[in-house]
């Protein structure tokens, strides 16, 4: 059985940081475009970055890019999303999912019809 369980979330301030991580089990990440996508209260999910499993190709959000970084050990099963120089507006429950229809991100905005297998979510609050 397959399950992805983020972790890390917290409470931090504006231009903190924090280190997100996604740890799947009873799968393996060598095949799979692994994505973390967020939801703020009133809002719909988005995608915020996405990591190739066979060219390790990224995506990220123009919202995050430039403070957020998504890496992967595959021995590990894990996905992390680094955040840096967080901002209120990056407050959300994140969420980390496989898209099993593709091993390479492409260009544009991840489909989150396409990801399977959403943890419970990890909290991130930024406020002072």
């Known amino acids: 059985q397959v399950h992805f369980v983020e972790s890390g979330g917290g409470l931090v301030q504006p231009g903190g940081s924090l280190r997100l991580s996604c740890a799947a089990s009873?799968?393996?990440?060598?095949?799979?475009?692994i994505g973390w996508f967020r939801q703020a209260p009133g809002k719909e999910r988005e995608g915020v970055s996405c990591?190739?499993?066979?060219?390790?190709?990224?995506y990220y959000a123009d919202s995050v890019k430039g403070r957020f970084t998504i890496s992967k050990e595959n021995a590990k099963s894990t996905v992390y999303l680094q955040m840096n120089n967080l901002k209120p507006e990056d407050t959300a429950v994140y969420y980390c999912?496989?898209?099993?229809?593709?091993?390479?991100?492409?260009?544009?905005?991840?489909?989150?019809?396409?990801?399977?297998?959403w943890g419970q979510g990890t909290q991130v609050t930024v406020s002072s």
């Open positions: 999912a496989a898209n099993l229809m593709r091993s390479t991100v492409p260009a544009g905005p991840p489909l989150i019809y396409e990801y399977v297998y």
């Open positions: 990591i190739g499993s066979s060219d390790g190709s990224t």
């Open positions: 009873g799968f393996t990440l060598d095949y799979y475009t």
